[in-house]
């Protein structure tokens, strides 16, 4: 040993040492309190549950009214972890999409808020949000005057027409799927196989365009949802002359204050101002800046280090869709500086550890586990108090009807399982029953929450078998009705500000299937029967409706543990003005943003 | 051995470290140097090295607490699955604040945590280190020993009998190396699982072990059977095998006692590198969801864990992260003293 002798070797331990020493610094964490903040959030959520305002013409017509202190010019950077999956509205269903929709199209109708948590829809092309029949079955909207697309060309019913009836059409098949089927049935792609490129259009009965400006919605039951669901981004307007079918999903025509100047796949886009929009006829967005500027690929944890570092560009940044790494949430609340630079508030995913009721059929069990899981662990994976809350029913704060107070099963008072009671249910069920199987993603995050399942489980005497499924495809499988699991975490989100679309889709009976979101298999007739009553009621009726479905489903059928609920936590460059949290998209608005200088 | 070692004679190996016959066992007395053998030729120089010594004995502690994970956490009283942080009948003692961060002093160091706590759950570090060393080590060891002895079986097989057995072993060899082993890795593990564990039933972890062991094994002896191969390639035209061969001795004997101890030098080396990169190749698959899962306490993922906590509780990587470098750092020395101790020339 003559090439490395053993002093050296000493001494580049010594160094390591206290190199280490001298990074983690010798300072005690006495644990500072966010409780309080936790509490700033439940207030705000209160504001978010409010019901939705249909507006009048007046209320619809533009300009947007100013954000104080704005002014123009300037470009925004925008990171964002992955590029968007899609640019075609109709394709549109996903949130980060549904962002970059708002400033580059528009649609018959919009979400118009003010600040205090109250949403309203507006008419955005159309000259107020939807006259409706007694009956809510006919639905009418009139164009307002001088709409004109990037190119130039005016906005017609006939474009309207064509945005519809490519819904239709094989090419789309990632968007929302709400309005074609309340037009033509579940079935909705063989009224119209062409998506009305070829000769054949809907009918008249279904879909009326009398003259330029009108539209007439048809259906068969009423649809007091519509004007919310056509401010959904899947159903902005494509023009019908500038259409280019599946190539329109890398280069659309904007409507919107934006149009595309440059799209790298994957790694940037660039939006400039669109000069054919017209502000006058717009009620909600602005255009202050003169474009934006898209960087994918980012990752959330450099994102968040580059906003708290806030130098040279970053200054002008903001994150689109992305949230301040868990890891990093210290560093944003410890300093005064960077807190101010954030938003908060609740993402309208509903996290729970669904039963699958074909295999967990007895309710005890159900009942038992709903009791014994750990909200506060799984809570504690996502990143402590400011990733989630803990969440007492299946109901999320975002919801008109929500009730923070209803908690049936005592979550609140003992967020880290109640043992005792699991215990006792547990006593008399046999142990055959008590063996269930897990399936989680096998993710990082994954195997966090199978930890703190098996914990908590384990405790009261279930013998949990954890199975992994592949990440990528975790939905998917668990999505499958004939699966082999007992039980899986999954999360769902409103599509709008309504429980229609939170019940519908995941508690009803009728949409078991491969692929559906009912993934519980729940099938209760009074579930049922309460669904279809509300579904056709006015909102206020029907928030009676969807509370009584919320109580039978949570409380005598028990398809679901509630686990907690996902928070919303972003940040912004110094220089960025006007930011504010959008009850409606829970992200930033982004249609307020300016740069202060 | 005929080797060049051996050719130097005892006289001038006594010549050149004369001390070496005054550490020499007395029992066996002045007049009976020539009889030592090569092997105790090597352990007498070896004893003489401070840091391989030293060395030597860290590894082998290293080994011991391995071993020894169920006796120490017994005495620490903590074991590595329980969630401190998290659990409701640990309330009444804290160890986490409210973003999940460890209380107190350098990432929660207390009696009753002795190296801290995990942030987010709250596991006790100790405990996890000490069984996750006991994974990692023993798993990279069988691996490492697993494909050191194919590659050389079959280095030494082609190198030596040469012609179109080295050609077909070298097209084998180039076969596998063609695999990418991790993809590879990360494409069968689901269809062996599949395949063989009933989708009710939970993957055993002995399965996972098993199967990492074996895909580890298949997919990585190239790398020894080459450089072995091209070693022997050189060493049988070399005049002592000439020799051996002349003087009638058999393919078996020559590979055995000419050959075998003249490529210990490279296996060696070659050795103390693979193990390390080993323990972050099984830490990596655990990260690719084809390893092993949490909560089976893994070295290499504990250190990756603290990683992304560097800037937040460095604390978390600090025991881990030191106890790791300890170790490489000593297993590398170890290889190199052990090989100068083989063969005092090379580092002169």
Same mark, same amino acid.
């Given at each position: 040993?003559?090439?490395?002798?053993?002093?050296?070797?000493?001494? &580049?331990?010594?160094?390591?040492?206290?190199?280490?020493?001298?990074?983690?610094?010798?300072?005690?964490?006495?644990?500072?309190?966010?409780?309080?903040?936790?509490?700033?959030?439940?207030?705000?959520?209160?504001?978010?549950?409010?019901?939705?305002?249909?507006?009048?013409?007046? *209320?619809?017509?533009?300009?947007?009214?100013?954000?104080?202190?704005?002014?123009?010019?300037?470009?925004?950077?925008?990171?964002?972890?992955?590029?968007?999956?899609?640019?075609?509205?109709?394709?549109?269903?996903?949130?980060?999409?549904?962002?970059?929709?708002?400033?580059?199209?528009?649609?018959?109708?919009?979400?118009?808020?003010?600040?205090?948590?109250?949403?309203?829809?507006?008419?955005?092309?159309?000259?107020?949000?939807?006259?409706?029949?007694?009956?809510?079955?006919?639905?009418?909207?009139?164009?307002? @005057?001088?709409?004109?697309?990037?190119?130039?060309?005016?906005?017609?019913?006939?474009?309207?027409?064509?945005?519809?009836?490519?819904?239709?059409?094989?090419?789309?098949?990632?968007?929302?799927?709400?309005?074609?089927?309340?037009?033509?049935?579940? @079935?909705?792609?063989?009224?119209?196989? @062409?998506?009305?490129?070829? @000769?054949?259009?809907?009918?008249?009965?279904?879909?009326?365009?009398?003259?330029?400006?009108?539209?007439?919605?048809?259906?068969?039951?009423?649809?007091?949802?519509?004007?919310?669901?056509?401010?959904?981004?899947?159903?902005?307007?494509?023009?019908?002359?500038?259409?280019?079918?599946?190539?329109?999903?890398?280069?659309?025509?904007?409507?919107?204050?934006?149009?595309?100047?440059?799209?790298?796949?994957?790694?940037?886009?660039?939006?400039?101002?669109?000069?054919?929009?017209?502000?006058?006829?717009?009620?909600?967005?602005?255009?202050?800046?003169?474009?934006?500027?898209?960087?994918?690929?980012?990752?959330?944890?450099? +994102?968040?280090?580059?906003?708290?570092?806030?130098?040279?560009?970053?200054?002008?940044?903001?994150?689109?869709?992305?949230?301040?790494?868990?890891?990093?949430?210290?560093?944003?609340?410890?300093?005064?500086?960077?807190?101010?630079?954030?938003?908060?508030?609740?993402?309208?995913?509903?996290?729970?550890?669904?039963?699958?009721?074909?295999?967990?059929?007895?309710?005890?069990?159900?009942?038992?586990?709903?009791?014994?899981?750990?909200?506060?662990?799984?809570?504690?994976?996502?990143?402590?108090?400011?990733?989630?809350?803990?969440?007492?029913?299946?109901?999320?704060?975002?919801?008109?009807?929500?009730? *923070?107070?209803?908690?049936?099963?005592?979550?609140?008072?003992?967020?880290?399982?109640?043992?005792?009671?699991?215990?006792?249910?547990? *006593?008399?069920?046999?142990?055959?029953?008590?063996?269930?199987?897990?399936?989680?993603?096998?993710?990082?995050?994954?195997?966090?929450?199978?930890?703190?399942?098996?914990?908590?489980?384990?405790?009261?005497?279930?013998?949990?078998?954890?199975?992994?499924?592949?990440?990528?495809?975790?939905?998917?499988?668990?999505?499958?009705?004939?699966?082999?699991?007992?039980?899986?975490?999954?999360?769902?989100?409103?599509?709008?500000?309504?429980? *229609?679309?939170?019940?519908?889709?995941?508690?009803?009976?009728?949409?078991?299937?491969?692929? +559906?979101?009912?993934?519980?298999?729940?099938?209760?007739?009074?579930?049922?029967?309460?669904?279809?009553?509300?579904?056709?009621?006015?909102?206020?009726?029907?928030?009676?409706?969807?509370?009584?479905?919320?109580?039978? &489903?949570?409380?005598?059928?028990?398809?679901?543990?509630?686990?907690?609920?996902?928070? +919303?936590?972003?940040?912004?460059?110094?220089?960025?003005?006007?930011?504010?949290?959008?009850?409606?998209?829970?992200?930033?608005?982004?249609?307020?943003?300016?740069?202060?200088? | 051995?005929?080797?060049?070692?051996?050719?130097?004679?005892?006289?001038?190996?006594?010549?050149?470290?004369?001390?070496?016959?005054?550490?020499?066992?007395?029992?066996?007395?002045?007049?009976?140097?020539?009889?030592?053998?090569?092997?105790?030729?090597?352990?007498?120089?070896?004893?003489?090295?401070?840091?391989?010594?030293?060395?030597?004995?860290?590894?082998?502690?290293?080994?011991?607490?391995?071993?020894?994970?169920?006796?120490?956490?017994?005495?620490?009283?903590?074991?590595?699955?329980?969630? #401190?942080?998290?659990?409701?009948?640990?309330?009444?003692?804290?160890?986490?604040?409210?973003?999940?961060?460890?209380?107190?002093?350098?990432?929660?160091?207390?009696?009753?945590?002795?190296?801290?706590?995990?942030?987010?759950?709250?596991?006790?570090?100790?405990?996890?280190?000490?069984?996750?060393?006991?994974?990692?080590?023993?798993?990279?060891?069988?691996?490492?020993?697993?494909?050191?002895?194919?590659?050389?079986?079959?280095?030494?097989?082609?190198? #030596?009998?040469?012609?179109?057995?080295? #050609?077909?072993?070298?097209?084998?060899?180039?076969?596998?190396?063609?695999?990418?082993?991790?993809?590879?890795?990360?494409?069968?593990?689901?269809?062996?699982?599949?395949?063989?564990?009933?989708?009710?039933?939970?993957?055993?972890?002995?399965?996972?072990?098993?199967?990492?062991?074996?895909?580890?094994?298949? !997919?990585?002896?190239?790398?020894?059977?080459?450089?072995?191969?091209?070693?022997?390639?050189?060493?049988?035209?070399?005049?002592?095998?000439?020799?051996?061969?002349?003087?009638?001795?058999?393919?078996?004997?020559?590979?055995?006692?000419?050959?075998?101890?003249?490529?210990?030098?490279?296996?060696?080396?070659?050795?103390?590198?693979?193990?390390?990169?080993?323990?972050?190749?099984?830490?990596?698959?655990?990260?690719?969801?084809?390893?092993?899962?949490?909560?089976?306490?893994?070295?290499?993922?504990?250190?990756?864990?603290?990683?992304?906590?560097?800037?937040?509780?460095?604390?978390?990587?600090?025991?881990?992260?030191?106890?790791?470098?300890?170790?490489?750092?000593?297993?590398? !020395? !170890?290889?190199?003293?052990?090989?100068?101790?083989?063969?005092?020339?090379?580092?002169?």
């Amino acid at each position: 040993m003559k090439s490395l002798n053993s002093r050296r070797a000493r001494a &580049i331990l010594v160094a390591i040492a206290a190199g280490s020493l001298a990074l983690t610094g010798c300072s005690e964490n006495t644990g500072g309190s966010s409780g309080k903040d936790s509490k700033e959030d439940q207030k705000k959520a209160k504001e978010q549950s409010q019901g939705v305002a249909y507006l009048d013409a007046a *209320a619809s017509s533009g300009p947007a009214e100013e954000v104080p202190g704005a002014k123009s010019g300037g470009t925004v950077t925008v990171y964002q972890e992955s590029a968007l999956t899609h640019m075609d509205p109709g394709q549109i269903y996903v949130s980060d999409a549904g962002q970059f929709s708002n400033l580059v199209f528009r649609g018959l109708t919009n979400f118009q808020e003010d600040g205090k948590g109250n949403v309203a829809v507006v008419g955005d092309l159309a000259t107020d949000s939807g006259k409706a029949s007694n009956d809510n079955k006919t639905w009418t909207f009139t164009l307002k @005057d001088d709409l004109k697309d990037q190119n130039g060309n005016p906005i017609n019913s006939a474009d309207v027409r064509h945005t519809i009836e490519r819904l239709y059409a094989e090419f789309i098949f990632d968007g929302p799927t709400f309005l074609q089927s309340w037009l033509s049935g579940a @079935d909705y792609r063989k009224a119209l196989p @062409d998506g009305g490129f070829g @000769d054949k259009h809907l009918p008249d009965s279904v879909l009326e365009t009398p003259d330029d400006k009108t539209i007439v919605f048809h259906f068969d039951k009423p649809r007091p949802d519509l004007p919310m669901a056509l401010a959904m981004p899947g159903y902005s307007i494509v023009p019908e002359e500038t259409d280019t079918k599946e190539k329109y999903d890398q280069a659309p025509v904007a409507t919107g204050p934006y149009k595309i100047a440059e799209f790298k796949a994957g790694k940037s886009l660039k939006l400039v101002k669109n000069e054919n929009w017209d502000p006058k006829t717009d009620a909600v967005r602005h255009q202050y800046v003169d474009g934006w500027n898209f960087q994918f690929g980012v990752t959330e944890s450099t +994102q968040t280090k580059r906003l708290i570092a806030d130098q040279g560009d970053s200054k002008n940044a903001i994150q689109f869709t992305g949230t301040v790494d868990a890891t990093q949430i210290q560093d944003v609340i410890g300093d005064p500086e960077v807190k101010k630079r954030t938003i908060q508030g609740y993402a309208p995913y509903v996290m729970q550890l669904s039963f699958n009721m074909d295999r967990v059929k007895n309710k005890t069990v159900r009942d038992a586990i709903t009791y014994a899981v750990n909200s506060k662990s799984l809570i504690a994976g996502e990143g402590g108090a400011y990733g989630g809350d803990v969440a007492p029913n299946l109901f999320a704060p975002t919801l008109p009807g929500y009730d *923070a107070t209803y908690d049936p099963y005592g979550r609140l008072k003992t967020p880290q399982g109640n043992i005792e009671k699991a215990k006792e249910l547990l *006593a008399d069920v046999p142990a055959a029953e008590k063996k269930l199987v897990f399936a989680y993603a096998n993710s990082e995050a994954g195997q966090k929450r199978k930890v703190a399942i098996e914990d908590a489980l384990g405790k009261v005497g279930i013998d949990v078998v954890s199975k992994e499924v592949d990440s990528a495809s975790y939905y998917e499988q668990i999505g499958k009705v004939n699966n082999p699991y007992d039980m899986y975490i999954t999360g769902w989100g409103q599509d709008w500000p309504s429980p *229609a679309t939170v019940v519908t889709p995941v508690y009803d009976g009728e949409l078991i299937g491969d692929g +559906q979101s009912n993934y519980s298999h729940i099938n209760d007739a009074k579930v049922q029967e309460l669904i279809n009553k509300a579904i056709t009621q006015q909102p206020e009726e029907a928030a009676k409706t969807w509370d009584e479905a919320h109580k039978r &489903i949570l409380e005598e059928v028990n398809p679901a543990a509630p686990l907690w609920y996902v928070k +919303q936590f972003q940040l912004y460059g110094s220089n960025i003005g006007g930011a504010r949290y959008s009850t409606e998209s829970s992200y930033m608005d982004i249609t307020r943003v300016f740069l202060k200088s | 051995m005929t080797s060049p070692t051996k050719a130097e004679g005892s006289g001038s190996v006594a010549a050149l470290d004369p001390e070496l016959d005054a550490t020499s066992e007395v029992a066996e007395g002045p007049k009976k140097l020539e009889g030592r053998s090569p092997g105790q030729l090597m352990w007498q120089r070896f004893k003489r090295d401070r840091t391989g010594m030293i060395c030597a004995g860290v590894v082998i502690f290293f080994f011991v607490i391995a071993l020894l994970a169920p006796v120490l956490t017994a005495i620490s009283g903590t074991n590595p699955y329980t969630l #401190y942080g998290q659990d409701p009948t640990f309330a009444d003692k804290p160890v986490l604040d409210e973003f999940g961060l460890p209380l107190g002093y350098f990432g929660g160091v207390s009696a009753d945590h002795w190296f801290g706590v995990e942030p987010q759950y709250g596991r006790d570090l100790f405990a996890m280190m000490m069984y996750g060393m006991r994974t990692s080590l023993y798993m990279a060891v069988a691996v490492s020993t697993l494909l050191t002895v194919t590659g050389v079986i079959i280095g030494v097989v082609g190198g #030596y009998f040469g012609g179109r057995t080295d #050609y077909w072993l070298g097209r084998v060899t180039d076969f596998f190396l063609s695999f990418p082993s991790q993809l590879f890795f990360i494409a069968f593990m689901p269809v062996v699982t599949a395949f063989f564990v009933d989708p009710r039933e939970e993957t055993p972890t002995y399965f996972r072990a098993l199967a990492i062991l074996i895909v580890l094994w298949v !997919l990585g002896w190239m790398g020894m059977a080459r450089l072995v191969r091209s070693v022997v390639l050189a060493l049988r035209e070399r005049e002592f095998i000439e020799a051996a061969k002349v003087s009638g001795a058999s393919p078996a004997r020559i590979i055995r006692k000419e050959i075998l101890p003249n490529i210990v030098t490279p296996v060696l080396v070659q050795y103390t590198y693979q193990l390390p990169s080993t323990i972050l190749t099984i830490a990596f698959l655990s990260f690719a969801g084809v390893g092993f899962v949490e909560p089976t306490p893994d070295w290499g993922r504990l250190f990756a864990a603290g990683a992304q906590y560097t800037q937040q509780d460095p604390a978390f990587i600090f025991f881990p992260g030191v106890a790791l470098v300890i170790f490489i750092l000593c297993f590398n !020395l !170890l290889g190199d003293s052990v090989r100068d101790a083989f063969d005092p020339k090379s580092g002169r």
